[in-house]
């Protein structure tokens, strides 16, 4: 593993022995914007693994990205070699304690860094650990609260603009305007403590994962995502956010995911799956 060769991936020319809050402002956005949040492995017959050599070659060796266990877990290396004082922690995306998150301190401050939520609820850069304060980044304005028992993240968005009208009622489209993403204790955790629900992730029928292939980029004007044979190009205004939605048949698929998001499958053939479930650009 090559700290050297992550930067390339990501696109990062900066002093990488430098351990201070602008570099990790810089490769935090970098890594959003080059490295997709995506479990298409799922549905190519492939398994998602905690073995950081593993993930490193899939993400930086591979053209491919990952789930938050694989991106959230690269990144905490990356902050290790770096330098940075961090430590793991685990927070609950609806009931499950499922989403790998770093907690990163600089200068007696704590930032909460997280590669790897994404559609509209990714944080391009990291978050101050201050309660209620309000966050503005490009995706929305971003907000923690501490309840005096655990910590919440809340989003405020911006009104959805879908384009083409057979698409605006889309069971992907989330219209709330202030939604909460996840919740969090400060206790440490070692990457053990993902193990069993990185597998069930994988292989229960009511997982949103097995339910859904999803593939989601960051880009300088909004984000892209791919849910099953939907593909959104989502363009960030002042005032609204500007959906414009297709669906994509099966023979252009691969193609759209080299195109649109880097990202090359190379092992099986790949299933795409839209079924219901709560997750939404």
């Not at 009931?95 to 998150?101: A, E, K, N």
């Not at 204790?185 to 339910?211: A, E, G, I, N, Y």
């Not at 892209?224 to 959104?232: H, I, K, Q, V």
Request: hydrophobic share 35%; with cysteine.
């Amino acid at each position: 593993m090559d700290l050297k060769e992550y930067f390339k991936k990501i696109g990062f020319t900066g002093q990488y022995d430098k351990a201070d809050l602008d570099n990790l402002f810089t490769i935090h956005k970098l890594h959003v914007m080059n490295i997709p949040f995506e479990n298409l492995g799922i549905h190519s017959g492939e398994k998602n693994t905690l073995d950081l050599h593993i993930i490193y070659d899939k993400i930086v060796k591979s053209n491919r990205g990952g789930w938050c266990c694989e991106n959230n877990h690269l990144f905490s290396w990356v902050l290790k070699e770096m330098g940075y004082k961090f430590s793991t922690l685990g927070s609950k995306v609806f009931t499950m304690d499922s989403h790998l998150i770093n907690l990163v301190e600089i200068d007696g401050k704590q930032y909460i860094a997280d590669v790897s939520f994404g559609v509209s609820g990714q944080i391009w850069h990291p978050l101050e650990l201050i309660s209620g304060k309000d966050q503005p980044q490009p995706p929305g304005v971003f907000r923690l609260i501490n309840n005096g028992m655990q910590w919440v993240l809340e989003k405020t968005c911006r009104k959805k603009l879908v384009q083409d009208e057979a698409f605006a009622n889309s069971s992907l489209l989330d219209k709330r305007l202030t939604k909460t993403l996840y919740s969090f204790t400060l206790t440490p955790r070692d990457v053990d403590h993902f193990r069993k629900m990185s597998d069930c992730l994988q292989t229960s029928p009511d997982s949103l994962f097995m339910l859904k292939s999803i593939c989601s980029l960051q880009t300088a004007t909004g984000f892209r995502a791919l849910f099953g044979w939907t593909y959104s190009e989502v363009t960030f205004k002042e005032d609204s956010d500007l959906v414009d939605m297709k669906e994509i048949p099966d023979c252009e698929i691969e193609a759209l995911l080299r195109d649109k998001f880097n990202v090359v499958l190379v092992v099986n053939k790949f299933t795409p799956k839209n079924n219901k479930a709560d997750y939404y650009i």
